[in-house]
């Protein structure tokens, strides 16, 4: 099995930035879907942004209503990493961050699928907003 590691978390003020990434060599693959995921202390985890590559190549990306037009996920096929770049940070948006990969599609209905789906993941790193 693939390893996949996260790097990039850490304290930051709100309105302050982020870059996140996963090295995560084994998935970065055609027809694998890549995604970013987060759990704040008592809740639910929940996809962030996800990304999917067809056979062919071409990438579709998904991403909650919460971060978009702040959040933008990547993949650097040279560098075998996954990123996300977190902009205009706010404290809601302070927990751990993981990566993940699964098999097949990334989206249902255009919505990131939960969590559950996916097979592989990073242990995770931790980012914190303070006002």
Known sequence: QGQMVESGG???QAGGSLRLSCAASRYITNQYC????????GKEREGVA?????YTGDETEYYADSVK???TISRDNAKNTLNLLMLDLQQE????YYCAAKNGGCALGGKILAF????????????NVSS
């Open 69 to 71: 037009g702040r959040f």
């Open 93 to 96: 948006d302070s927990a751990t």
């Open 116 to 127: 559950r789906y996916f097979g592989f993941w990073g242990p995770g790193t931790q980012v």
């Open 34 to 41: 890549l995604g970013w995921f987060r759990q704040a202390l």
């Open 10 to 12: 850490g304290s930051v």
């Open 50 to 54: 996800s990304m999917y590559t067809s």
